[in-house]
């Protein structure tokens, strides 16, 4: 069973870089794609990044061109590397399992994710 523990989140200024970490244990054939969704008061889950373990990755057309994904195989660990935020990226973040990089546009398909980490940028 994978369990997945999430870092890094804080309060920034608009303009301003966060990086997300996500420590992952355990091992489950069925969920090879990791990735991150967050959701904010009153909002649905958004699904906004996600990579395969051969590096193959996918964004969301909210984040693309300013988040970057990535994982150390070697350390097992998932990172979300934000720029150029924004009050609109406030919101809860979580680390995810799924089976694919749908997850992205449809992120009710992460089969399970840790306790999430809060992003607040103000203006």
């Known amino acids: 069973q994978e369990e997945l523990v999430e870092s890094g989140g804080g309060s920034v200024q608009s303009g301003g870089s966060l990086k997300l970490s996500c420590t992952i244990s355990?091992?489950?054939?069925?969920?090879?794609?990791k990735g991150w969704f967050r959701q904010a008061p009153g909002k649905e889950r958004e699904g906004i990044a996600a990579?395969?373990?051969?590096?193959?990755?996918r964004y969301a057309d909210s984040v693309k061109g300013r988040f970057t994904i990535s994982r150390d195989s070697a350390t097992n660990t998932l990172y979300l590397e934000m720029n150029s935020l924004s009050p609109e990226d406030t919101a809860i973040y979580y680390c995810?399992?799924?089976?694919?990089?749908?997850?992205?546009?449809?992120?009710?398909?992460?089969?399970?994710w840790g306790q999430g980490t809060q992003v607040t940028v103000s203006e």
């Open positions: 990579i395969t373990s051969y590096g193959l990755a």
């Open positions: 355990g091992f489950d054939s069925s969920t090879p794609v």
């Open positions: 995810g399992a799924g089976p694919n990089l749908l997850v992205v546009g449809d992120p009710r398909s992460f089969r399970r």
